[in-house]
């Protein structure tokens, strides 16, 4: 049973334009959300996070929207650049009888052509 | 200073050997994860230290899997009798604490069965 979905495998834009991935989840426990990119042979970095009783999170060229109702997150990067092209995995995060137990997406390569 | 370091980078063993993984956290750091990271999946969980106790092994997939950590830093997670659907990135993160939403994650160790 997926808990979280990326159901975009992959995303090309031009530089400059905004990039906008999204995510899906099912479970109302999660308190957190997170969204890590990863660059090949490397492991995921943390890259924004979001609490589940916010809407909205702003970090330089990066914002995490949360939509609750939906249960929906999506991740807006603007300008997009070529040093952007990596996977992003969104994740989210639950308690779990005394620590945060993470559960990932499956990825979206995004593309980010100059 | 330092981050999450991960040995072999890369492990071919033939099905049926035994493999060990190791892991080398960042000083201090409480917290210490395995996940598996399956072709084209995003990292699933395997199982979480707190210090030198085990306290969630629920996402290792068969008792061949095994994972230690006796002195509350360098983790190893042993794979008897490997077999080819074993083959997969093995990444290792840790964080401060349990409740620390950002993992820092090693750069992991390829492992193919063959």
């Known amino acids: 049973d997926q808990q979280v979905k990326q159901n975009s495998p992959s995303l090309s834009v031009q530089e400059g334009r905004i990039s906008i991935l999204n995510c899906d989840y099912t479970?109302?426990?999660?308190?957190?959300f997170l969204w890590y990119k990863k660059y090949p042979a490397e492991g995921p970095t943390f890259l924004i996070s979001?609490?589940?009783?916010?809407d909205k999170n702003e970090d330089g060229r990066f914002t995490v929207f949360l939509n609750k109702s939906a249960k929906h997150l999506s991740l807006h990067i603007v300008p997009s650049q070529p040093g952007d092209s990596a996977v992003y995995f969104c994740?989210?995060?639950?308690?779990?009888?005394?620590?945060?137990?993470?559960?990932f997406g499956t990825g979206t390569k995004l593309q980010v052509i100059p | 200073g330092a981050g999450v370091s991960q040995s072999p980078r890369y492990k071919v063993a033939k099905r049926g050997q035994d493999v060990a993984l190791r892991c080398d956290p960042i000083?201090?750091?409480?917290?210490l994860f395995w996940y598996q990271q399956a072709l084209g999946q995003g990292p699933e969980f395997l199982t979480y230290?707190?210090?030198?106790?085990?306290?969630?092994k629920s996402g290792l997939p068969s008792d061949r899997f095994f994972a230690e950590r006796p002195e509350g830093s360098v983790s190893t997670l042993k794979i008897q009798r490997t077999q080819q659907e074993d083959s997969a990135v093995y990444l290792c993160?840790?964080?401060?604490?349990?409740?620390?939403?950002?993992?820092?994650f090693g750069p992991g160790t390829r492992l193919t069965v063959t």
């Open positions: 000083s201090g750091h409480v917290s």
């Open positions: 993160a840790s964080s401060l604490t349990g409740y620390s939403y950002e993992q820092y």
């Open positions: 994740a989210a995060r639950m308690n779990s009888g005394g620590y945060q137990k993470v559960t």
């Open positions: 230290f707190q210090n030198e106790a085990q306290l969630d």
């Open positions: 479970n109302s426990m999660f308190d957190y």
């Open positions: 979001i609490s589940s009783i916010k």
